[in-house]
């Protein structure tokens, strides 16, 4: 079965530091992705970075990376720069192959806060 | 272009009662997902719609829920019998067959008292 493990229910940081978040996974599946959603008080859940199982090189998006280390089953998610803005509940998601439809298995999240 | 919307934004209602939430995806794509997410929790799968039968529903809760997205684009998610553990948020979410990328909606914030 696969699953999604997010072990910081929360995090302070002062704005303009970088912040790493957390993020393991358990999969039997050779082709999968995994993602990272923000999804802010208002409860939009919006996309930020993708990173496919077969990709040789982490995915960037602006100030998010993704650090993917393949061997120890992580994805974690890198902001630099972080800004007031950034305050939100993050998630680490799994989308699996074709036989399960391609459905996303959420962890539980990361509430981020920004100190400014 | 427009995104996914989903109305009511908000619904409370009471024990028992039957209620209907409506998703609209971006246009064009094919593929639908609804999600459950209770509070502080991460969303959980509910059902997927690949054009207009459902593909997979092994995520629905129980036979009181059910879905139907009858012209391959609209989605409607019927609770019949609503309970109070059914409160949360529903999201609803489209993709295209090109994208990895799942396109939410802002959800339905379902209370049941």
């Known amino acids: 079965a696969q699953k999604i493990t997010q072990t910081q229910p929360g995090m302070f940081v002062q704005e303009k530091e970088a912040v790493t978040l957390d993020c393991t996974y358990d999969?039997?599946?050779?082709?999968?992705?995994l993602f990272w959603y923000k999804q802010p008080s208002s409860g939009e859940m919006i996309f930020l970075i993708y990173?496919?199982?077969?990709d040789e090189q982490n995915a960037t998006e602006g100030r998010y990376s993704l650090n993917f280390q393949k061997a120890r089953k992580s994805a974690n998610l890198v902001i630099s720069a972080s800004q007031l803005g950034d305050s939100a509940m993050y998630f680490c998601?799994?989308?699996?192959?074709?036989?399960?439809?391609?459905?996303?298995?959420w962890g539980a999240g990361t509430k981020l806060i920004i100190k400014p | 272009g427009a995104g996914v919307s989903q109305t009511p934004s908000n619904k409370v209602t009471e024990k028992g009662k039957y209620v209907e939430l409506r998703c609209d995806p971006i246009?064009?794509?094919?593929?639908l997902y609804w999600y459950r997410q209770s509070l502080g929790q991460g969303p959980e799968f509910l059902i997927y719609?690949?054009?207009?039968?459902?593909?997979?529903d092994s995520g629905l809760p129980n036979d009181r829920f059910f879905a139907v997205r009858p012209e391959g684009s609209v989605s409607t998610l019927k609770i019949q019998r609503t309970e109070r553990g059914d409160s949360a948020v529903y999201l609803c979410?489209?993709?295209?067959?090109?994208?990895?990328?799942?396109?939410f909606g802002p959800g339905t914030r379902l209370t049941v008292l």
């Open positions: 979410a489209s993709t295209s067959d090109f994208s990895h990328e799942q396109f």
């Open positions: 246009s064009g794509h094919t593929a």
């Open positions: 719609f690949q054009g207009t039968g459902a593909a997979d």
């Open positions: 999969t039997s599946d050779q082709s999968y992705g």
């Open positions: 990173q496919g199982s077969y």
């Open positions: 998601a799994m989308r699996g192959t074709l036989d399960s439809n391609y459905q996303l298995i």
